[in-house]
């Protein structure tokens, strides 16, 4: 399975088409990169149905890739409300519980803004390539860029 998480920037106050077209971007590089993989691509991000992870999952669909939302119980609960993805997990009560999670999940990340939380599942990631002998250079792609105000 190439399993990219896709997404860290979950609020509204953002240039949607600067992150469709970075996302985009992204998993065009992560496909070049494994073009011999032929099993299916599971697009993963929080669940949430605002921000980066909801463009992550309209560009999934797109491009005919399945949506996968991993996320704590609180998502369920939020305003934003879900993604109508093709798999949910649950893990944990609060965001963050579900990190541990994302990490073993995903074969690659692609981090597009983002706060605390993604740059610590960054972190998870390329520790996690470093257990595994895996070049994180050929796996993870980080993004940045500027909020609406």
């Known amino acids: 399975m190439l399993a990219p998480y896709a997404g860290s920037y979950s609020k509204d106050n953002l240039d949607e088409n600067e992150a469709r077209n970075i996302l985009i971007k992204s998993f065009h590089q992560l496909i070049e990169k494994n073009k011999n993989y032929d099993e299916p691509i599971e697009i993963v991000s929080g669940l949430t149905n605002i921000g980066i992870p909801r463009i992550a999952y309209q560009v999934a669909e797109e491009l005919d890739f ?77 993004n940045d860029f500027a909020l609406i105000k």
């Open 66 to 142: 399945i949506k996968v939302g991993i996320s704590a119980e609180r998502a369920l609960k939020v305003k934003c409300g879900i993604y109508p993805v093709d798999k949910q997990i649950i893990e944990g009560q609060d965001f963050g519980d579900e990190s541990r999670l994302f990490i073993s999940y995903i074969d690659f990340l692609v981090r597009v803004g983002g706060g605390r939380q993604s740059h610590q599942e960054v972190k998870m990631f390329i520790e996690k390539c470093a257990e595994h002998g895996i070049s994180v250079s050929e796996r993870l792609i980080e």
